[in-house]
Protein backbone atom coordinates (compact mmCIF):
# COMPACT_ATOMS: atom_id res chain seq x y z
CA UNK A 1 0.00 0.00 0.00
CA UNK A 2 1.25 3.20 -0.87
CA UNK A 3 0.16 6.62 0.93
CA UNK A 4 0.47 10.05 -1.22
CA UNK A 5 0.26 13.29 0.65
CA UNK A 6 0.26 16.62 -0.92
CA UNK A 7 0.20 19.46 1.65
CA UNK A 8 -1.09 22.94 1.50
CA UNK A 9 0.48 26.24 3.18
CA UNK A 10 -2.31 28.58 4.72
CA UNK A 11 -2.00 31.11 7.22
CA UNK A 12 -2.07 30.50 11.43
CA UNK A 13 -5.88 31.72 11.51
CA UNK A 14 -7.06 32.01 7.53
CA UNK A 15 -8.51 29.67 5.21
CA UNK A 16 -9.08 26.14 5.90
CA UNK A 17 -6.08 23.86 4.95
CA UNK A 18 -6.97 20.23 3.39
CA UNK A 19 -4.31 17.79 3.91
CA UNK A 20 -4.31 14.60 1.19
CA UNK A 21 -4.10 11.57 3.46
CA UNK A 22 -4.17 9.15 0.77
CA UNK A 23 -6.05 7.56 -1.69
CA UNK A 24 -9.46 8.90 -1.57
CA UNK A 25 -8.86 10.16 2.37
CA UNK A 26 -8.44 13.87 3.23
CA UNK A 27 -9.61 15.96 6.11
CA UNK A 28 -9.58 19.96 6.30
CA UNK A 29 -8.53 21.73 9.39
CA UNK A 30 -10.25 25.88 9.87
CA UNK A 31 -8.93 27.26 12.82
CA UNK A 32 -10.78 29.41 14.98
CA UNK A 33 -8.86 30.03 18.32
CA UNK A 34 -4.99 29.99 18.10
CA UNK A 35 -4.22 31.88 21.62
CA UNK A 36 -0.47 31.29 21.44
CA UNK A 37 -0.29 32.10 17.54
CA UNK A 38 1.01 28.81 16.61
CA UNK A 39 1.27 27.49 13.13
CA UNK A 40 -0.09 24.34 12.48
CA UNK A 41 2.89 22.65 11.35
CA UNK A 42 4.76 23.24 14.53
CA UNK A 43 2.13 21.59 16.55
CA UNK A 44 1.05 18.45 14.51
CA UNK A 45 0.89 16.49 11.24
CA UNK A 46 -1.39 14.00 9.96
CA UNK A 47 -1.12 10.11 9.31
CA UNK A 48 -3.52 7.63 8.03
CA UNK A 49 -4.98 5.34 10.81
CA UNK A 50 -5.62 1.54 11.01
CA UNK A 51 -8.82 2.11 12.38
CA UNK A 52 -12.32 1.76 10.12
CA UNK A 53 -14.29 3.77 12.98
CA UNK A 54 -11.32 6.69 12.40
CA UNK A 55 -8.99 6.22 9.63
CA UNK A 56 -7.05 9.47 10.49
CA UNK A 57 -4.63 10.54 13.13
CA UNK A 58 -3.40 14.25 14.32
CA UNK A 59 -0.15 13.08 15.28
CA UNK A 60 0.90 15.56 17.49
CA UNK A 61 4.65 17.73 17.27
CA UNK A 62 5.21 18.49 21.15
CA UNK A 63 3.23 15.33 22.87
CA UNK A 64 6.28 12.74 22.69
CA UNK A 65 4.71 10.03 21.51
CA UNK A 66 4.83 8.87 17.81
CA UNK A 67 7.36 11.82 16.93
CA UNK A 68 10.33 12.48 19.00
CA UNK A 69 10.39 15.68 20.74
CA UNK A 70 12.74 17.46 22.49
CA UNK A 71 11.42 16.70 26.15
CA UNK A 72 11.33 20.00 27.54
CA UNK A 73 8.99 21.02 24.70
CA UNK A 74 6.66 18.38 25.85
CA UNK A 75 6.25 19.56 29.36
CA UNK A 76 5.81 22.85 28.41
CA UNK A 77 2.87 21.94 26.55
CA UNK A 78 1.43 20.46 29.73
CA UNK A 79 2.49 23.65 31.38
CA UNK A 80 0.46 25.84 28.80
CA UNK A 81 -2.59 23.91 29.47
CA UNK A 82 -1.89 24.79 33.58
CA UNK A 83 -1.50 28.45 32.57
CA UNK A 84 -5.11 28.15 30.27
CA UNK A 85 -6.46 26.83 33.35
CA UNK A 86 -5.60 29.56 35.49
CA UNK A 87 -6.54 32.27 33.32
CA UNK A 88 -10.44 31.41 33.43
CA UNK A 89 -10.76 35.47 31.66
CA UNK A 90 -8.89 33.57 28.61
CA UNK A 91 -6.41 36.02 28.55
CA UNK A 92 -2.77 34.86 28.09
CA UNK A 93 -0.34 35.87 30.56
CA UNK A 94 3.15 36.40 29.99
CA UNK A 95 4.03 33.10 30.96
CA UNK A 96 2.39 31.38 28.55
CA UNK A 97 3.22 33.93 25.87
CA UNK A 98 6.93 32.75 26.73
CA UNK A 99 5.84 29.04 26.04
CA UNK A 100 3.98 29.97 23.24
CA UNK A 101 7.49 31.50 21.51
CA UNK A 102 9.42 28.20 22.88
CA UNK A 103 6.93 25.80 21.37
CA UNK A 104 6.77 28.17 18.02
CA UNK A 105 10.34 27.14 17.52
CA UNK A 106 11.28 23.53 18.16
CA UNK A 107 14.92 22.03 17.48
CA UNK A 108 16.34 25.73 18.41
CA UNK A 109 17.34 26.07 22.24
CA UNK A 110 17.08 23.45 23.92
CA UNK A 111 19.11 25.46 26.66
CA UNK A 112 16.28 28.10 26.87
CA UNK A 113 13.55 25.58 26.96
CA UNK A 114 15.11 23.90 29.84
CA UNK A 115 15.95 27.45 31.86
CA UNK A 116 12.19 28.52 31.03
CA UNK A 117 10.87 25.01 32.70
CA UNK A 118 13.26 25.99 35.75
CA UNK A 119 12.28 29.64 36.37
CA UNK A 120 8.10 28.88 36.20
CA UNK A 121 6.72 29.06 39.83
CA UNK A 122 4.10 26.83 40.88
CA UNK A 123 0.24 27.77 40.60
CA UNK A 124 -2.06 27.46 42.97
CA UNK A 125 -4.56 24.86 42.98
CA UNK A 126 -7.35 27.21 44.80
CA UNK A 127 -9.56 24.81 45.54
CA UNK A 128 -9.67 20.59 45.59
CA UNK A 129 -9.02 19.74 42.08
CA UNK A 130 -8.24 16.26 40.30
CA UNK A 131 -6.23 15.93 36.99
CA UNK A 132 -7.26 13.11 35.30
CA UNK A 133 -4.96 11.74 32.20
CA UNK A 134 -6.24 9.70 29.60
CA UNK A 135 -4.25 6.49 28.30
CA UNK A 136 -2.61 6.11 26.45
CA UNK A 137 -1.36 8.87 25.04
CA UNK A 138 -1.77 11.86 27.55
CA UNK A 139 -0.89 10.19 30.81
CA UNK A 140 2.68 12.41 30.26
CA UNK A 141 0.84 15.40 29.37
CA UNK A 142 -1.70 15.08 32.56
CA UNK A 143 0.70 14.51 34.56
CA UNK A 144 2.86 17.67 33.42
CA UNK A 145 -0.01 20.02 33.82
CA UNK A 146 -0.79 18.40 37.04
CA UNK A 147 2.81 18.95 38.37
CA UNK A 148 2.41 22.84 37.94
CA UNK A 149 -0.01 23.15 40.87
CA UNK A 150 0.63 23.65 44.62
CA UNK A 151 -1.89 23.04 46.83
CA UNK A 152 -4.92 20.70 47.11
CA UNK A 153 -4.31 18.93 43.49
CA UNK A 154 -4.28 15.35 43.00
CA UNK A 155 -3.62 13.30 39.93
CA UNK A 156 -4.76 10.08 38.50
CA UNK A 157 -4.27 8.68 35.01
CA UNK A 158 -6.71 6.25 33.29
CA UNK A 159 -4.91 2.65 32.38
CA UNK A 160 -5.82 -0.32 30.23
CA UNK A 161 -3.78 -2.94 32.45
CA UNK A 162 -5.63 -5.77 34.83
CA UNK A 163 -3.89 -4.72 38.41
CA UNK A 164 -4.18 -7.92 40.46
CA UNK A 165 -4.86 -7.00 44.03
CA UNK A 166 -6.46 -3.45 43.19
CA UNK A 167 -9.93 -2.86 42.85
CA UNK A 168 -11.58 -0.59 39.58
CA UNK A 169 -12.65 2.61 41.12
CA UNK A 170 -14.02 4.34 37.61
CA UNK A 171 -14.05 2.62 34.42
CA UNK A 172 -15.61 3.92 31.54
CA UNK A 173 -15.19 3.47 27.82
CA UNK A 174 -13.30 5.71 24.76
CA UNK A 175 -15.39 4.75 21.56
CA UNK A 176 -13.53 5.29 18.74
CA UNK A 177 -10.21 3.75 20.07
CA UNK A 178 -8.22 0.80 19.78
CA UNK A 179 -8.61 -0.37 22.86
CA UNK A 180 -11.55 0.67 24.02
CA UNK A 181 -11.74 0.20 28.00
CA UNK A 182 -10.45 2.72 30.87
CA UNK A 183 -9.60 1.84 33.97
CA UNK A 184 -8.79 3.30 37.39
CA UNK A 185 -7.02 2.39 40.36
CA UNK A 186 -6.86 4.92 43.18
CA UNK A 187 -4.72 4.95 46.39
CA UNK A 188 -6.80 7.51 48.04
CA UNK A 189 -10.62 7.58 46.66
CA UNK A 190 -11.19 10.01 49.26
CA UNK A 191 -9.46 12.35 47.07
CA UNK A 192 -12.45 11.82 44.22
CA UNK A 193 -15.08 12.36 46.95
CA UNK A 194 -14.13 15.59 48.00
CA UNK A 195 -13.17 17.42 44.84
CA UNK A 196 -14.82 20.37 43.65
CA UNK A 197 -13.63 20.47 40.45
CA UNK A 198 -12.26 17.94 37.99
CA UNK A 199 -9.62 18.33 34.60
CA UNK A 200 -9.80 15.42 31.98
CA UNK A 201 -6.53 15.91 29.85
CA UNK A 202 -6.29 14.53 26.58
CA UNK A 203 -4.41 14.93 23.65
CA UNK A 204 -7.28 15.33 21.21
CA UNK A 205 -11.22 16.65 21.19
CA UNK A 206 -12.83 15.19 18.77
CA UNK A 207 -16.04 14.79 19.49
CA UNK A 208 -15.89 14.93 23.21
CA UNK A 209 -17.59 11.40 23.67
CA UNK A 210 -15.44 10.07 25.89
CA UNK A 211 -14.95 12.52 28.32
CA UNK A 212 -18.63 13.02 28.81
CA UNK A 213 -18.82 9.29 29.34
CA UNK A 214 -16.38 9.83 32.46
CA UNK A 215 -18.04 12.98 33.83
CA UNK A 216 -21.57 10.56 33.66
CA UNK A 217 -19.89 8.37 35.27
CA UNK A 218 -18.25 10.77 38.02
CA UNK A 219 -21.31 12.65 38.57
CA UNK A 220 -22.98 9.30 39.45
CA UNK A 221 -20.61 8.16 42.03
CA UNK A 222 -19.29 11.39 43.08
CA UNK A 223 -21.67 14.45 42.58
CA UNK A 224 -19.18 16.47 40.96
CA UNK A 225 -20.71 19.40 39.64
CA UNK A 226 -17.94 21.20 37.61
CA UNK A 227 -15.56 20.11 34.75
CA UNK A 228 -12.57 20.90 32.87
CA UNK A 229 -11.42 19.23 29.29
CA UNK A 230 -7.78 20.12 28.38
CA UNK A 231 -6.52 18.78 25.27
CA UNK A 232 -3.51 19.93 23.06
CA UNK A 233 -6.26 19.97 20.38
CA UNK A 234 -10.08 20.49 20.18
CA UNK A 235 -11.93 19.87 16.69
CA UNK A 236 -15.77 19.22 17.71
CA UNK A 237 -18.63 20.06 15.60
CA UNK A 238 -20.87 22.40 16.02
CA UNK A 239 -23.28 19.37 16.91
CA UNK A 240 -20.87 17.99 19.25
CA UNK A 241 -20.47 21.44 21.20
CA UNK A 242 -24.39 21.46 21.02
CA UNK A 243 -24.68 18.02 22.76
CA UNK A 244 -21.85 19.29 25.65
CA UNK A 245 -24.63 21.98 26.08
CA UNK A 246 -27.54 19.87 26.08
CA UNK A 247 -25.32 17.40 28.51
CA UNK A 248 -24.77 20.31 31.14
CA UNK A 249 -28.62 21.00 31.53
CA UNK A 250 -29.17 17.50 31.57
CA UNK A 251 -26.68 15.93 34.25
CA UNK A 252 -26.80 19.71 36.07
CA UNK A 253 -23.11 20.07 35.39
CA UNK A 254 -20.16 23.09 34.56
CA UNK A 255 -18.14 21.99 31.80
CA UNK A 256 -15.19 24.46 30.82
CA UNK A 257 -12.50 23.76 27.50
CA UNK A 258 -8.92 24.48 27.10
CA UNK A 259 -6.96 23.99 24.32
CA UNK A 260 -3.62 24.99 22.15
CA UNK A 261 -5.43 25.01 19.01
CA UNK A 262 -9.23 25.07 18.29
CA UNK A 263 -11.37 24.41 14.98
CA UNK A 264 -13.31 22.78 12.68
CA UNK A 265 -12.85 19.44 10.56
CA UNK A 266 -14.18 18.06 7.60
CA UNK A 267 -13.23 14.88 6.45
CA UNK A 268 -13.93 13.18 3.08
CA UNK A 269 -13.75 9.65 2.00
CA UNK A 270 -13.29 6.14 3.76
CA UNK A 271 -10.55 4.41 6.26
CA UNK A 272 -7.34 3.13 4.33
CA UNK A 273 -7.55 -0.45 4.15
CA UNK A 274 -4.61 -2.89 3.27
CA UNK A 275 -1.78 -4.32 4.16
CA UNK A 276 1.51 -2.12 5.19
CA UNK A 277 4.36 -2.53 2.58
CA UNK A 278 6.46 -0.33 4.14
CA UNK A 279 7.18 -1.07 7.73
CA UNK A 280 11.07 -1.56 8.83
CA UNK A 281 9.99 -4.31 11.27
CA UNK A 282 12.29 -7.10 9.18
CA UNK A 283 15.13 -4.30 8.00
CA UNK A 284 18.28 -4.93 8.96
CA UNK A 285 19.64 -6.37 11.77
CA UNK A 286 23.21 -5.22 13.68
CA UNK A 287 25.44 -7.79 15.24
CA UNK A 288 27.18 -5.11 17.05
CA UNK A 289 24.62 -3.54 19.13
CA UNK A 290 25.50 -2.89 22.90
CA UNK A 291 22.99 -4.02 25.19
CA UNK A 292 23.80 -2.44 28.95
CA UNK A 293 21.49 -3.03 31.86
CA UNK A 294 20.53 0.14 34.00
CA UNK A 295 18.60 -0.66 37.45
CA UNK A 296 17.06 2.37 38.82
CA UNK A 297 14.78 0.78 41.07
CA UNK A 298 16.68 1.93 44.41
CA UNK A 299 15.57 5.61 43.22
CA UNK A 300 12.07 4.82 43.02
CA UNK A 301 9.34 4.26 45.21
CA UNK A 302 6.92 1.19 44.42
CA UNK A 303 3.34 0.88 44.90
CA UNK A 304 1.80 -2.12 47.14
CA UNK A 305 -0.49 -4.58 44.59
CA UNK A 306 -0.99 -8.04 46.55
CA UNK A 307 0.24 -10.67 44.38
CA UNK A 308 0.25 -8.40 41.37
CA UNK A 309 3.46 -6.95 39.04
CA UNK A 310 5.77 -4.27 40.29
CA UNK A 311 4.45 -1.26 39.57
CA UNK A 312 6.10 2.53 40.84
CA UNK A 313 4.05 4.58 42.96
CA UNK A 314 3.98 7.96 41.69
CA UNK A 315 3.76 7.25 38.07
CA UNK A 316 -0.21 8.45 38.30
CA UNK A 317 -1.43 5.22 37.76
CA UNK A 318 -2.68 5.10 41.27
CA UNK A 319 -2.59 8.50 41.98
CA UNK A 320 -0.70 11.47 43.77
CA UNK A 321 -0.73 15.31 45.03
CA UNK A 322 1.46 17.63 45.34
CA UNK A 323 3.59 16.62 47.88
CA UNK A 324 3.70 13.14 46.62
CA UNK A 325 4.97 15.17 43.53
CA UNK A 326 7.86 16.91 45.37
CA UNK A 327 9.05 13.42 46.37
CA UNK A 328 8.93 12.36 43.00
CA UNK A 329 10.94 14.94 41.76
CA UNK A 330 13.62 14.30 44.03
CA UNK A 331 13.70 10.84 42.68
CA UNK A 332 13.43 12.10 39.27
CA UNK A 333 16.42 14.44 40.05
CA UNK A 334 18.90 11.41 41.65
CA UNK A 335 17.65 8.60 38.65
CA UNK A 336 18.42 11.40 36.12
CA UNK A 337 22.10 11.92 37.47
CA UNK A 338 22.57 7.97 36.78
CA UNK A 339 21.29 8.30 33.28
CA UNK A 340 23.30 11.28 32.52
CA UNK A 341 26.34 9.38 33.51
CA UNK A 342 25.92 6.25 31.85
CA UNK A 343 25.49 8.45 27.78
CA UNK A 344 27.51 7.08 25.73
CA UNK A 345 26.95 9.16 22.95
CA UNK A 346 25.83 12.47 21.79
CA UNK A 347 22.61 11.89 19.74
CA UNK A 348 20.38 10.40 22.28
CA UNK A 349 16.97 8.92 22.15
CA UNK A 350 14.71 8.01 25.21
CA UNK A 351 11.92 6.06 24.87
CA UNK A 352 8.94 5.69 27.53
CA UNK A 353 6.62 2.41 26.93
CA UNK A 354 3.19 2.72 26.61
CA UNK A 355 1.77 4.91 29.45
CA UNK A 356 5.04 4.64 31.39
CA UNK A 357 5.47 8.35 29.94
CA UNK A 358 6.07 11.10 32.37
CA UNK A 359 8.79 9.56 34.14
CA UNK A 360 10.64 8.85 31.22
CA UNK A 361 10.22 12.24 29.90
CA UNK A 362 11.55 14.10 32.64
CA UNK A 363 14.65 11.60 33.59
CA UNK A 364 14.68 12.96 29.43
CA UNK A 365 14.98 16.28 29.90
CA UNK A 366 17.41 16.32 33.12
CA UNK A 367 19.76 14.42 30.61
CA UNK A 368 21.55 17.01 28.81
CA UNK A 369 21.71 18.31 25.25
CA UNK A 370 21.33 16.59 22.07
CA UNK A 371 18.35 14.22 23.74
CA UNK A 372 15.10 13.37 22.06
CA UNK A 373 11.84 11.31 23.76
CA UNK A 374 8.96 9.51 22.13
CA UNK A 375 6.78 6.00 23.53
CA UNK A 376 5.84 3.29 21.91
CA UNK A 377 2.50 3.26 21.50
CA UNK A 378 -0.65 0.19 20.90
CA UNK A 379 -2.10 2.27 17.76
CA UNK A 380 -1.64 1.11 14.70
CA UNK A 381 -0.61 3.64 11.70
CA UNK A 382 0.14 3.21 8.35
CA UNK A 383 3.51 4.56 7.83
CA UNK A 384 4.95 6.31 4.71
CA UNK A 385 7.72 8.22 3.40
CA UNK A 386 5.37 10.55 1.04
CA UNK A 387 5.50 14.20 1.47
CA UNK A 388 4.51 16.32 4.76
CA UNK A 389 3.20 12.53 6.07
CA UNK A 390 3.63 12.39 9.87
CA UNK A 391 4.86 8.79 10.40
CA UNK A 392 7.68 7.62 8.09
CA UNK A 393 8.22 4.68 9.66
CA UNK A 394 7.43 2.08 11.75
CA UNK A 395 8.81 -0.52 13.62
CA UNK A 396 6.54 -3.59 14.72
CA UNK A 397 6.89 -6.33 18.05
CA UNK A 398 5.19 -8.40 20.18
CA UNK A 399 4.96 -6.05 23.66
CA UNK A 400 6.77 -8.88 26.01
CA UNK A 401 4.82 -7.53 28.95
CA UNK A 402 1.77 -8.10 27.21
CA UNK A 403 1.54 -11.41 25.17
CA UNK A 404 -0.77 -11.06 22.15
CA UNK A 405 -0.32 -7.17 21.90
CA UNK A 406 1.19 -5.48 19.44
CA UNK A 407 3.44 -2.15 20.20
CA UNK A 408 4.55 -0.16 17.69
CA UNK A 409 7.73 1.94 17.22
CA UNK A 410 7.41 5.14 14.96
CA UNK A 411 10.51 7.40 13.34
CA UNK A 412 13.66 5.85 14.39
CA UNK A 413 15.37 5.99 10.89
CA UNK A 414 17.89 3.48 10.90
CA UNK A 415 21.15 4.83 12.35
CA UNK A 416 19.64 8.36 13.44
CA UNK A 417 21.13 7.92 17.07
CA UNK A 418 24.43 6.71 18.84
CA UNK A 419 22.03 5.60 21.61
CA UNK A 420 18.32 4.70 23.31
CA UNK A 421 17.92 4.44 26.49
CA UNK A 422 14.64 2.00 26.98
CA UNK A 423 12.47 2.83 30.27
CA UNK A 424 10.62 -0.41 31.54
CA UNK A 425 8.76 0.24 34.21
CA UNK A 426 9.07 -3.33 35.24
CA UNK A 427 11.88 -5.53 34.67
CA UNK A 428 11.03 -8.39 32.26
CA UNK A 429 13.06 -10.75 29.84
CA UNK A 430 13.13 -9.35 26.27
CA UNK A 431 11.25 -11.73 23.54
CA UNK A 432 13.28 -12.51 20.53
CA UNK A 433 11.18 -10.17 18.52
CA UNK A 434 11.87 -7.04 20.23
CA UNK A 435 15.21 -7.96 20.96
CA UNK A 436 15.68 -7.92 16.69
CA UNK A 437 13.67 -4.81 16.40
CA UNK A 438 16.48 -3.46 18.53
CA UNK A 439 18.83 -4.63 16.59
CA UNK A 440 17.38 -3.50 13.16
CA UNK A 441 17.22 0.78 14.43
CA UNK A 442 21.08 0.54 14.14
CA UNK A 443 22.01 2.20 16.79
CA UNK A 444 24.71 1.18 18.37
CA UNK A 445 24.10 1.25 22.28
CA UNK A 446 20.98 0.15 23.84
CA UNK A 447 20.54 1.08 27.60
CA UNK A 448 17.64 -0.86 29.44
CA UNK A 449 16.49 1.07 31.81
CA UNK A 450 13.83 -0.74 34.99
CA UNK A 451 12.70 1.71 37.33
CA UNK A 452 11.37 -1.47 39.64
CA UNK A 453 12.55 -4.67 41.14
CA UNK A 454 10.87 -8.17 40.19
CA UNK A 455 8.95 -9.58 43.30
CA UNK A 456 11.61 -12.22 43.97
CA UNK A 457 14.36 -9.76 44.72
CA UNK A 458 12.21 -8.03 47.29
CA UNK A 459 12.64 -11.57 49.26
Given at each position: ?218 KRQYGIAEYVIASLLDWR ?89 KQLDGELARAAERCRSAR ?116
Amino acid sequence: MRIKTTPASSPRNGSPRRYEIGRDLAVEVSLTWNPLDLQQDMLFGMAARKNKKRGFLFVSKVLGKHIPVQPQLSLLAGRALAELLAAPDGIPSDTLIRIGEALGRPGAGEADATELLRTLRPLDAARPTLFIGFAETATALGHSMFAAFRGDAYYLHTTREHILGRSVSIAFEEEHSHATSHRCYIDEPERVARAERVVLVDDELTTGKTALNIIGDLKRQYGIAEYVIASLLDWRSETDRARFSAFEAEQGVRIRTLALMSGRIEVAGQPIEGEDDESEASGFEAEDVQFRELDLSDSFSEAETGEGLPYMRFSGRFGLGAEAQKQLDGELARAAERCRSARAGERTLCMGTGEFMYIPMRIAAEMGGGVRYQSTTRSPIYPSEANAYAVRSAWSYEAPDHPGTVNYMYNVPSGRYDELFLFLERPFPLNEELRRTLRSLRIPVVHLVTCTRRRADHE
